[in-house]
């Protein structure tokens, strides 16, 4: 157990339509990770934020959008959702931003859009 | 840009078998390498991981070298087992921001 807490853990949703995956980090962690895996593009990095303020920004699409709240849990909010945002999004938290600090990752939330 | 090629799976061994995954990078600067491990449902873990060149990680019985001269870190176990059967990933962390750049995973099946 990695201590990083993702839900839902299956989401199955229609097209058109709007979720939100949570990520609740490591006890004394403030950086947060999104990644997205799917089958024809791998694992990619989504955003990053640190402290509440977003860092990083990766092959994220405009109809997603993220934040990190005060308590440091983060959300990713995904709409007008398509067939090709069925994936596997998982968080990962880290002390600080940097490559020398490591991250850990959540098991995951696999979503399927129909 | 960053990326990192890792060679195509799946990979099949036998219990004890010797094991490589070869994995080669494009970066600018000097970055950190590293090799997570997926097992079946679960989320990532960290395998191993190196900061500079010519440095060696280590876990597991697991073992890569970071050769700058080549660009690779390539993924060694000398006698592998059934539990090591998961998805490896080889990742690059080449910015000051942390985020990390992954090959796209090989599966190793290893029967008894």
């Known amino acids: 157990d990695s201590g990083v807490t993702q839900t839902p853990k299956h989401l199955i949703t229609a097209t058109g339509q709007r979720v939100t995956l949570r990520c609740s980090p490591r006890s004394g962690d403030l950086s947060v990770y999104w990644y997205q895996q799917s089958l024809d593009q791998g694992l990619q990095f989504l955003i990053q934020y640190y402290n509440g303020e977003e860092r990083a920004k990766g092959n994220i699409l405009e109809r997603f959008s993220a934040q990190q709240f005060p308590d440091l849990h983060s959300e990713l909010n995904l709409s007008s959702l398509e067939l090709g945002d069925s994936a596997l999004y998982f968080c990962?938290?880290?002390?600080?931003?940097?490559?020398?600090?490591?991250?850990?990752f959540g098991p995951g939330t696999r979503l399927t859009v129909l | 840009g960053n990326s990192v090629t890792q060679m195509e799976g799946p990979v099949t061994l036998s219990e004890e078998a010797f094991l490589t995954i070869n994995c080669t990078y494009t970066?600018?600067?000097?970055?950190?390498l590293f090799w997570y491990v997926q097992y079946p449902g679960e989320g990532l873990q960290l395998l191993l991981k190196a900061t500079k060149a010519d440095d060696k990680g280590s876990n597991k019985g697991f073992e890569a070298t970071y050769r700058k001269e080549t660009t690779s870190f390539h993924l060694e176990k000398g006698s592998v087992q059934v539990s090591d059967s998961a998805v490896y990933f080889c990742a690059l962390g080449g910015t000051s921001y942390g985020k990390l750049t992954f090959g796209q995973g090989t599966i190793l099946t290893v029967h008894p």
């Open positions: 970066a600018t600067g000097y970055p950190s």
């Open positions: 990962a938290s880290s002390v600080a931003p940097g490559p020398l600090n490591e991250q850990f």
